[in-house]
Structure formats: structure tokens, C-alpha cells
Nanobody
């Protein structure tokens, strides 16, 4: 069992930055591929980024590539999402999730995650 708690959301102006964190419980954190997903009002949840067990490989949705960076610290059981050059269309609830599948399988697949956090709201004003 893995419990995930996101933090770092808030209100930011367009062009600004935020860093989201996701703290995980459990001793086997390093064995899980981690992902960030988001759900905007009235829209379906979508993939944002994924990172491999070691942190050596990352995948990003085209909409955030070049602006968002995902990283992990296995010693701290934490993953991060650095979000730069934020746009109003980035407004959403952001969810952290864990999967036992490889990162390339997780990328793009909302239904491939084993555990989910409750989310943190990011609002980008224009």
C-alpha cells in the first residue's frame, strides 16, 4: 500500500512558476514509477508527466514539454513537478500517482496507475 499526499498548489499569474511535491509513504517507493496527472474543470483527467524508478527517464505530455520538469528523491520518498511559464490552460487539480508498470507504459495512460493522491489545485490567472 502506498499513500500519496500532494502539496504546493496555489494561485499564480501567467508566466509564473510553481513547484508541486508529492510525499509517499511506504518502504517500496523506489520500486514504483510515479506520474503526475491533471484534471481541469469539465474535462477528463489527463497525463502530464512520468518518471522511472531510478529517476533517469522522464516522459511529458506535449502540452507541457519544455516548461515542466519532473524529478524524484527516493531517499525522501518524494516526487516533484517544477512548472515554469505557466499558462491559464494549465489550471487544474494536479494528482500524483504510483504504478508498478514501466514508465513508458504509464505515459499517456490514466488507467495504468495503482495509487492516487487527493490532488492539489493550481490556478493560473491571465
Amino acid at each position: 500500500q502506498v499513500q500519496l499526499v500532494e502539496s504546493g498548489g496555489g494561485l499564480v499569474q501567467a508566466g509564473g512558476s510553481l513547484r508541486l511535491s508529492c510525499a509517499a509513504s511506504g518502504r517500496t517507493f523506489s520500486s514504483y514509477v510515479m506520474g503526475w496527472f491533471r484534471q481541469a474543470p469539465g474535462k477528463e483527467r489527463e497525463f502530464v508527466a512520468a518518471i522511472s524508478w531510478s529517476g533517469g527517464t522522464t516522459y511529458y505530455a506535449d502540452s507541457v514539454k519544455g516548461r515542466f520538469t519532473m524529478s524524484r528523491d527516493n531517499a525522501k520518498n518524494t516526487v516533484y513537478l517544477q512548472m515554469n511559464s505557466l499558462k491559464p490552460e494549465d489550471t487544474a487539480v494536479y494528482y500524483c500517482a504510483a504504478s508498478s508498470l514501466p514508465a513508458d507504459i504509464v505515459a499517456g495512460g490514466v488507467d495504468r496507475m495503482d495509487y492516487w493522491g487527493k490532488g492539489t489545485l493550481v490556478t493560473v490567472s491571465s
